[in-house]
């Protein structure tokens, strides 16, 4: 089975510019998650799907990023524009539905310059 | 809010010692509890969990009890490898954390664990 694919793996950006992740989740997995994870932190989450749905997005920064699900599979994570304290490991999760085990893809390491 | 809060600094342990990362967690309801492994180059794995108190986990010979009563939930292992040296995550699913968002993780802030031969 095919686990969750994130794509980059690895961006640079300078300050100001703006930046797209993109997260392809396990086949039929209706909850898609997107957290950030700071280095020496925790990851947290910013936004939670359902289906193509927003169910909790309390975290995510919406002056600067938003995040969408078409058709209720692939899921972006946009920024923009990056700010320094932006610079962390971006991680895309699914699972067969709210309370189900979640499965983590390996992440994208965004840097800002 | 809910929160998670591991062990501080960094774990070095020779091979075949005996390892315990602490856990303990503040909840507003009954949460699900779970230990996460990162291992270098990879995703988070899940490594165990439990669902209820006194519920324990296990898996590849770690094993973690669920501790209602001192809000905690331990990571051991009696003899670790080489190949455990990863950074492990103590998180948890709070079912009252509001109907729609529950599945959410909140986690502890990881535990860096190097095992030397």
């Known amino acids: 089975e095919a686990g969750v694919a994130q794509s980059p793996r690895y961006k640079i950006i300078e300050k100001r510019q703006s930046v797209a992740f993109w997260c392809n989740p396990i086949s039929g997995h209706a909850t898609l998650y997107w957290y950030q994870q700071i280095l020496g932190q925790g990851p947290k989450l910013l936004i939670q799907?359902?289906?193509?749905?927003?169910?909790?997005d309390s975290q995510l920064p919406k002056d600067r990023f938003s995040a969408e699900r078409l058709k209720g599979v692939d899921s972006t994570l946009k920024i923009q524009p990056a700010k320094l304290e932006d610079s962390a490991v971006y991680l895309c999760?699914?699972?067969?539905?709210?309370?189900?085990?979640?499965?983590f893809g390996q992440g994208t390491r965004l840097t800002v310059v | 809010g809910d929160s998670v809060t591991q062990m501080e600094g960094p774990v070095t342990l020779s091979e075949e010692a005996f390892l315990t990362i602490n856990c303990t967690y503040t909840a507003t309801g009954y949460p699900s509890l779970f230990w996460y492994v990162q291992y270098p180059g990879e995703g988070l794995q899940l490594l165990l969990k439990a669902t209820k108190a006194d519920d324990k986990g296990s898996n590849k010979g770690f094993e973690a009890t669920y501790r209602k009563e001192t809000t905690s939930f331990h990571l051991e292992k009696g003899s670790v490898q080489v190949s455990d040296s990863a950074v492990y995550f103590c998180?948890?699913?709070?079912?009252?954390?509001?109907?729609?968002?529950?599945?959410?993780?909140?986690f502890g802030q990881g535990t860096i664990l190097t095992v030397h031969p």
């Open positions: 998180a948890l699913s709070d079912p009252n954390a509001g109907g729609t968002s529950y599945g959410k993780l909140t």
């Open positions: 999760a699914s699972s067969q539905g709210a309370g189900y085990e979640a499965f």
């Open positions: 799907f359902q289906n193509n749905g927003v169910v909790d």
